[in-house]
Structures are given as C-alpha cells and as structure tokens.
C-alpha cells in the first residue's frame, strides 16, 4: 500500500495534504465506534504534509515513506505530543523530545497523525487494561483487538492510518496483529533503538511496525533500525533495505515446526489453519522439519518473573516528583481531595496508589517480591538460567532450519471481559509469542486464515521465527506467503 | 499464600499504596502466580550459567566527550514537573 501511495503522490495523482486530511477525516467517522486513538497530532501531521507536497513539486527526492501518515503507539515520545503510555500516571504528560524512531520517521518524512491506545505501559493482551478507552477489534466490534499494541494496530486495520509502530514485550505486536488481521513485526532484539519509548523490561521490549501488506512492514523497518548511541544494545544494520529482499522462491527454505507450540489449550480450528499454512509453504517449495524446542513450555513462567522483576525497576521512576501524576498536583490531576499537604514517602506511596491501574501494580508487586532478598535466587536467576537454556534451544534449531513456524496465539480475538477476572488466563494469551522476546529473536505474524463468526470469520494469525537478526528471511517468507494465497 | 503482612511489605517496598481491599485481592492473585512460576522447579538448572545479555553484546564504549544541548529543553522538561523553583525540580525533603 505504501508503494502505491508513494507513486500517485510522486505522479501527482493525489497530494499529502490530501491524503492526510483524508485519514483524519476518517478518524473522525470511524474512531468514535473504534477507539485506537488517544491524541491526535494534527497540526504536525499537516505541516509534515505541507513540507513532502512542496519537495515533491520541485522534483526533490523523497523516500518511499514521504508523505504516508501513520500511527504511533502511545508509549513512544513524539515532542510537543501527550504521551500517556494509556495511564493515568502520565496523563498530563507532554513529551520534551523525540525518540530515535521518530527522528527517523520524521527525517524520512513519515506523517504522523497521533498516538493509539494501549494497555497501561504495555501491559496487557487486550488494550482493557487502558486508563482511557476500549479498543474494539475494527473486525468484530464486540471482541478486543488484542494487547497492549491493540491502538496502533486497530488503527490500521480499521484504515485509519496506513502504517503504524507498537512496541512488542512479549508479543504486544504480533498477537493483536493475528486478533485483527494484519501484519506485525517484532525485530531482533536490537534492530531498533528503543530510546525514547518507555522501558516496560529492558531486555525484552522492541519496537516494530505494522501494516496491511509484508512489504509495508519491511519498509517501515528498513526506516527505523540501525545504531544508536542512546541505545547501548543496538547494531549496525548499515542501512539495509529489508523491502529489497522479498522477491525471488522459498525453494528448499527451510521450516521447523515443534510440538511445544501446538499444545494444549490450541484452538482446534487454528490448529487446522496452521496445517493448511504449512502444506501452502510445501507447495512452495519449502521443507518442513520437526525440531526440539522443548524448554519452550518453560517460556511463560520464565517471561512473567523476568518481565515483572524489571518493570518493577522501570516504573520506579514514576514517583510524583519529576513528571506526570503528583500527589501534589491537584489542579492538573483528578485525585481524591483529602490528601493534604504530606511526606515524602507519602507522595509516593499515594501518587503510585491513584496513578497506576490495577494490573501495573499487580506486576510492580510480583517484580518486587521476586528480586527482593531471599527470593532472588528461586525466581529471577532461576529464570535467567531457563532462558538460557530457551536460547540454547533456539541455537539448536537454527542450525537444521531456516525459519520457525507456529500459530500466533493458541485462540482467535476474544470478547470483551472474558478474561479480566482472572490474570493468568490473559496471560496465556502470550504463550506462543514470548519465546521469541526471551530468546531475542525477530518474528513476524501474518493472516493465514479465518474461523466461523459469521460471513467474514475472524482471523488467525500464523507466527515465522527467524535467526538473529535476520529479518529478510521470515519477511521474504511471509511475503511470497501473502502472495501466493489463493 | 502470601500473609497479609507479606503483602503490606511487599507494597512498601514497591512504594504502592493499598487498601485492606487490595491487600486480601492481590494476596490471591500474586499468590496463585507464584504458584504458576513453581513449574520452574521441575527443571534441574544447578550448572546452568545464567544468561547475560540476549545478542551477547557486552562493554559498548563511547569517547568520553561532552556534549553540550545547552539551554534547550529545560522549558519542556520543567513544565511536566509538579513543582519547581529557580529552574529546578522542587522535591520534598528527606527527613
């Protein structure tokens, strides 16, 4: 889609300003029933516009993106923009600079129209754990649309924005993407600089693009990967062009496929999906491989102490001091009159008791008591080193296959409240997709398929695991998937 | 299960604030996933070597160079802040 748009507005078929009032005129008619969006950027959005229609009037060159508005996740700073990560805490939060992905957005022209919902922080499998609104599945309006990227991925699906960024912890991305039937990419850990988005766990988050077609997504990606000497973890990626290598057979590729992730609690459907996806990679030429990823059914146990121990490090900033929510605050903030002038332990045991929503704390709590003294050994380090053995288990496989295969999720978009009771039962919601974050793998989900509900069914996504940092491979794979699927 | 008065130090610790309500509803809840987490247990990791970094990038290095953003962005940063004075954030005392 990106192509086609880049070449009407270089042929002066159509102009950004165009465009881009077009999507917002559509966020206007559709986003009252959808609710991806927080805050809108309009009046950057038109003068990023302004700025691509006049290089493209005096034949300057752009790049592919010029002009193309997207979305982006509410957890990444956009300067001058709110940026609330969905909570409260930040709710008068107004970004002072912007993050290197947006520099690089911006440099290449992107537009953006404004920041999408989310589950709080990023924590949550279906936007419900917003303080703000629900996102509803643009493809049945009664089902959540996935989690936390549930905003920026609805967005899209929902055409309202082209393009979009999330940020993907332990399947934030991908999961939605396979609820509402698009394509998202979760890059090695690395690929992207994180800078500027705020740190949920440092050693899994990534942040990565979502579209409506394979190529889209490689071109957003080509865009926002590389070095950053604000991100220590980043690597050179000398300024690859990932939309350049999706051409050509996946003759003799290479796919494994484990049992581990097609185990209980799979939908049979997807199941069935998942099988016909693989006989569709055979006719294309590809072999497929049994391997072992057995340590694998450890992932989620292993993510949830490793993911909750550094958030609770990570959201310790948020104390009512330096920015967003204060106890102190009342004029900006909406707390509870009765909380007089008070201590300073007060203000921050008040300002995080108002400010963070039920399941931020949850998680802030369970990362406490697992690295406090006497439990560090059983739970984090104890985790660190099935993580170990889980990358191990990854370096095995790499060395028959090429690419990984699985489901996305074991279940297709599920309705609203069906799982805010019980907070385990929203976490295996995540079951297949962690392994990649633990392991730091890139991985991309795409449609493979529908289920029942009616005439247009709900979608499934199919889920491809790719070497370290070799995101050609499954991007070309899901690519000559997509298109070679009827 | 957690006791109650494991849950109050745990919410200390974390600086959260907790009503008796909360404290008994994530005494629950964080008990029975920590009970999820035991499943660890039935694996045997007494020689394994914790993992360091995920892509094993290790010392990343920079000249040791000052870069001055001069006055730019002080504005921003201080209006996000509940309260200054003379261009600093105001924080409340320590003892």
Known sequence: MIRDLHEKLINGEITSVKLTEEYFQRIEEKDPQIGAFLTLSRDLAMEQARLVDRKIEKKEKTDLLAGIPGAIKDNICVSGVRATAGSKILDNYIAPYDATVIKKIKENDGVILGKTNMDEFGMGSSTENSAYQKTKNPVDPKRVPGGSSGGSVAAVAGGEAVWSLGTDTGGSIRQPASFCGVIGLKPTYGRVSRYGAMAMASSLDQIGSIGTSVEDVAIILSRISGKDMHDATTAESFGKKYEEYLDGDIRRLKIGISKEFFGEGLDEKIKEQVKKALDKFKSLGAEVKEIDLSHSRFALPVYYIIMTSEVSSNLARFDGIKFGLSINDRVKSDIPSGYAESSLLEVYLDTRKYGFGAEVKRRIMLGTYALSSGYYDAYYKKAQKVRALIRKNFENAFEEVDVIFSPTAPEVAFKFGEKTDDPLKMYLSDIYTVTANLAGVPAISFPIGTVGNGEKGLPIGGQLIGKWFDEETILKAAHQFEINKK | ?95
């Not at chain 2, 309500?21 to 987490?37: A, T």
């Not at chain 2, 006055?71 to 201080?78: A, C, M, N, P």
């Open chain 2, 1 to 95: 299960m957690l006791s109650k008065e494991e849950v109050k130090n745990i919410a200390a610790l974390a600086r959260i604030g907790l009503n008796e309500d909360e404290i008994e509803k994530y005494r629950k809840d964080i008990s029975s996933i920590l009970d999820y987490f035991q499943k660890l247990n039935e694996l045997d990791t007494d020689s394994i070597k914790p993992i360091g970094h995920i892509t094993g990038r290790e010392n990343i290095s920079r000249e040791d160079r000052v870069e001055d953003a001069g006055d730019i962005g002080i504005k921003e940063i201080l209006k996000n802040a509940p309260e200054t004075k003379g261009g600093y954030v105001k924080v409340k005392s320590v003892f």
